[in-house]
Nanobody, 124 residues
Framework: QVQLVESGGGLVQAGGSLRLSCAAS????????MGWFRQAPGKEREFVGA????????RYADSVKGRFTISRDNAKNTVYLQMNSLKPEDTAVYYC?????????????????WGRGTQVTVSS
């Protein structure tokens, strides 16, 4: 059972940056497609972005495109979410998720493993 642990969340002013990390407990992580999702209070969980296991392909939600960047370091079993130009509407709990199939999906239901999330709060 792969365990995923997010870190790096916090409080930041609008326009600022944060980098989230997601560390996996097993080396098999290096073969997983990894995604980031978020859930704001009172809202449905939504797709933020994802990266294939090689890192050669990424996909982003329109709301974060151009501001957020996903990367991974398979040697460290870690995936990152660099968030720039943050807006108050980016406030949410951010979750990383792992998928064994080598294809990006924007549906959370297609991911096999989930972290517990990290809170990101952007003040105006």
């Amino acid at each position: 059972q792969v365990q995923l642990v997010e870190s790096g969340g916090g409080l930041v002013q609008a326009g600022g940056s944060l980098r989230l990390s997601c560390a996996a407990s097993e080396r098999t992580f290096s073969t997983y497609t990894m995604g980031w999702f978020r859930q704001a209070p009172g809202k449905e969980r939504e797709f933020v972005g994802a990266i294939t296991w090689t890192g050669s392909s990424t996909r982003y939600a329109d709301s974060v495109k151009g501001r957020f960047t996903i990367s991974r370091d398979n040697a460290k079993n870690t995936v990152y979410l660099q968030m720039n130009s943050l807006k108050p509407e980016d406030t949410a709990v951010y979750y990383c998720a792992g998928r064994q199939l080598p294809v990006i999906s924007i549906s959370g239901q297609r991911y096999d493993y989930w972290g517990r999330g990290t809170q990101v709060t952007v003040s105006s």
